[in-house]
Nanobody, 126 residues
Framework: QVHLVESGGGSVQAGGSLRLSCSDS????????MGWFRQAPGKEREGVAA????????NYADSVKGRFTISQDNAKNTVYLQMNSLKPEDTAMYYC???????????????????WGQGTQVTVSS
């Protein structure tokens, strides 16, 4: 059983940066496709970015392209989300998700993933 744990959230001013991390609590390989989602109060959860562990292929939501970068450290079985030039509208709970088999073909769909973390809060003030 994969147990994803996120870390790195916090409060920053607009224009600032944060780096989120996601890994299995037992340092196991989490899955072939790792995604980051976010949910702001009163809004639906949305896909932010995803990475295919084997190829390293990345995908991003239009709203974060050029500002966020998803990456991986295979030795640590950890996936990161580097968030730069943060805006108040980036304020949300951020979740890590893992799909064990297959690719990131439909990475924006929540149902694509097998496991989810508990989330880490990101708050950006103006």
């Amino acid at each position: 059983q994969v147990h994803l744990v996120e870390s790195g959230g916090g409060s920053v001013q607009a224009g600032g940066s944060l780096r989120l991390s996601c890994s299995d609590s037992n340092n196991r390989y989490s899955g072939n496709c790792m995604g980051w989602f976010r949910q702001a109060p009163g809004k639906e959860r949305e896909g932010v970015a995803a990475i295919a562990r084997g190829s390293g292929t990345t995908n991003y939501a239009d709203s974060v392209k050029g500002r966020f970068t998803i990456s991986q450290d295979n030795a640590k079985n950890t996936v990161y989300l580097q968030m730069n030039s943060l805006k108040p509208e980036d304020t949300a709970m951020y979740y890590c998700a893992a799909r064990q088999l297959g690719s990131c073909y439909t990475w924006v769909r929540e149902s694509w993933y097998n496991y989810w973390g508990q989330g880490t809060q990101v708050t950006v003030s103006s």
